[in-house]
């Protein structure tokens, strides 16, 4: 049982690339998220799908979009990466409707230079 | 939205004494209150967590307390040992079939031998 898994684990980018970050997870649970981790910052929500078919802007948006693949993937595109971007992302998924936490992948570090 | 302030940022022990760390919320809405431990270079996973209808919950060595009419609730860790070393998240969230986590900042917790 492999949980939350992400793609790739570490990325560099020059500014204005793009790429698309993966994330899988077969608890077959119906929410998902993007996260992004800044130090001293904490965890904060860029983006998430509470089910397949659905996605919805969170805190930190801006420059980001995401695909809901179908209910085991959801993905995470930057268009035109920039070094503010440059941050380790979560993928994380749930089901709230019989009471499991957020479970979390292992983080993608992404560089931008 | 939701804001969540988490004190203090740092915190050292000495191994076998207890520790403390803090947490506020700004949304009298919110009724969902997990605690994340991450270890370096690792994923977040959930170590307890609590809902607005508990004041207190205990899992071996860890509690959490939560306030509602303060707004704010607390991880409390007794008896500490090295490998309780980490940085601790709290969060926030509404019920509700996705439930977005608001994160605090983070404590990185030190217990020296």
């Known amino acids: 049982n492999a949980g939350v898994t992400q793609t790739p684990k570490f990325q560099v980018l020059k500014t204005g690339q793009s790429m698309t970050l993966q994330c899988a997870q077969d608890m077959n649970h119906n929410s998902m998220y993007w996260y992004r981790q800044d130090p001293g910052m904490g965890l904060r929500l860029i983006y998430y799908?509470?089910?397949?078919?659905?996605?919805d802007k969170g805190e930190v948006p801006n420059g980001y979009n995401v695909s809901r693949l179908n209910k085991r993937e959801f993905s995470l595109r930057l268009e035109s990466a920039a070094p503010s971007q440059t941050s380790v992302y979560f993928c994380a998924s749930s089901d709230y409707s019989i009471g499991t936490e957020a479970f979390f992948g292992q983080g993608t570090r992404l560089t931008v230079v | 939205g939701e804001n969540v302030e988490q004190h203090p940022s740092t915190l050292s022990v000495q191994e076998g004494d207890s520790a403390v760390i803090k947490c506020t919320y700004s949304d009298s809405a919110s009724n969902y209150f997990p605690w994340y431990k991450q270890e370096l270079g690792k994923r977040p996973q959930l170590i307890i967590d609590?809902?607005?209808?508990?004041g207190e919950k205990k899992d071996q060595r860890i509690a959490v307390t939560l306030n509602k009419t303060a707004k704010h609730f607390s991880l409390h860790i007794t008896e500490t040992q090295p490998e309780d070393s980490a940085v601790y998240f709290c969060a926030a969230s509404k019920m509700g079939s996705a439930r977005q986590l608001t994160f605090g900042s983070g404590t990185q917790l030190t217990v020296l031998p």
């Open positions: 609590i809902r607005s209808n508990v």
């Open positions: 799908s509470a089910s397949e078919g659905t996605t």
